[in-house]
C-alpha cells in the first residue's frame, strides 16, 4: 500500500470486496516495480493518466512516456506485461464453469467461433471459450477503444482457435495494423497477449 | 409490478457474485460494478440477462460503459 499514490489508494477504497482490493494493490504495486525498474525512475515520480477509453498510461515527472503496459487480474492469478513500444493488451481469467456459458457465446462470439465452439463438450467447451475470451480481450485492451468495437465481429485466427499458441491478427476495419497474439494459458487459467508489430 | 430497482437488485443477488460469493450486500446503486470486483465477462453475461428480463437492448459497449448500477435503472427507465 506503501507504494500507491492517494489516487489509487482512493481507488483500493472503492473496491467492495476484499479479493477485488487485494488483486488491485498488488498488481498496481507489481507495476509501479516493473515500470521504475525499466523506466530507471523514483516510485514518486511515476503518475498514471488514462485515455477516453480508460486505457491507463505512464506519465514521469508530469510528462506522458511512451513505454506501453497492460494488467489484468482474475481470482488468484495477476498478469502484467509491457513493452518499450507497440500497443499491448492482457488478459487473464480463471477456467470455471459457468452457467451462463451460453450467454457469452452468442454475445461475444462470431459464428464461425460458435460453431467451432459447439463441436466441443464438457471441459473442452469451457476451455476453448475462455482461450476465446480472454484473446478477444486482450486485443480490445491492446486497442483502448473498450468495448465500442463489436466483439464478435472479429475472429481469434482459426489456428489459435484450434490450439495453435502464437498468431499474428488484424481487425477488419484496419488491416494495415498487424498483431501477435499468444496464448498463455493453462489448465487453471486462461490468459492471452496482443501486442502491435511494425 | 415490483420496480426496476427492486428488478435490479434481485438479478444482481441472484446472479453477480466476486470469488464466488454473492456480491457485497447490501448493494450500492452508486458504485461501478467494476470497483464491486464484477468482471468485464461477469458484466457482459449481466447485460444478456437485463436484456431478457426488460425487453431491453444494451449492446456489450452499452453493458460495459454504463457507470453504476443506478445509471443502468435511470436508462431503462427512461
Known amino acids: 500500500m506503501a507504494w500507491l499514490n492517494e489516487e489509487e489508494k482512493a481507488r483500493w477504497q472503492r473496491y467492495e470486496h476484499d479479493g477485488a482490493r487485494r488483486r488491485f494493490v498488488l498488481c498496481r504495486a507489481a507495476l509501479r516495480a516493473i515500470l521504475c525498474s525499466q523506466l530507471g525512475c523514483e516510485n514518486e515520480r511515476l503518475e498514471f493518466g488514462a485515455s477516453d477509453h480508460g486505457k491507463p498510461f505512464a506519465v514521469v515527472n508530469g510528462r506522458r512516456h511512451p513505454i506501453s503496459f497492460n494488467v489484468s487480474h482474475s481470482g488468484k492469478h495477476g498478469l502484467v506485461a509491457f513493452a518499450p513500444k507497440g500497443r499491448l493488451g492482457v488478459d487473464v481469467e480463471e477456467r470455471v464453469a459457468r452457467r451462463d456459458l451460453d450467454v457469452l457465446v452468442t454475445s461475444v462470439l462470431s459464428l464461425g467461433e460458435q460453431a467451432e465452439l459447439a463441436l466441443k463438450r464438457g471441459c473442452d467447451k469451457v476451455h476453448l471459450f475462455f482461450s476465446l475470451w480472454t484473446i478477444k480481450e486482450a486485443l480490445i485492451k491492446a486497442l483502448g477503444k473498450g468495448f465500442s468495437l463489436d466483439v464478435s465481429g472479429f475472429e481469434v485466427p482459426l489456428a489459435m482457435r484450434r490450439g495453435v499458441v502464437t498468431s499474428t491478427f488484424r481487425f477488419p476495419e484496419m488491416p494495415s495494423v498487424r498483431w501477435r497474439l499468444e496464448n498463455l494459458g493453462n489448465e487453471r487459467f486462461a490468459a492471452a497477449i496482443a501486442h502491435e508489430q511494425f | ?78
Request: with cysteine.
Open chain 2, 1 to 78: 409490478m415490483s420496480s426496476t430497482e427492486d428488478r435490479i437488485r434481485q438479478l444482481v443477488e441472484e446472479n453477480l457474485e466476486v470469488d464466488g460469493q454473492p456480491i457485497a450486500q447490501p448493494i450500492n446503486l452508486d458504485s461501478n460494478l467494476s470497483d464491486a470486483g464484477v468482471s468485464s465477462m461477469d458484466v457482459v453475461a449481466f447485460g444478456k440477462l437485463v436484456n431478457e428480463e426488460f425487453n431491453a437492448n444494451l449492446s456489450v459497449e452499452d453493458c460495459a460503459k454504463l457507470p453504476t448500477l443506478r445509471a443502468l435503472i435511470d436508462h431503462l427507465d427512461a
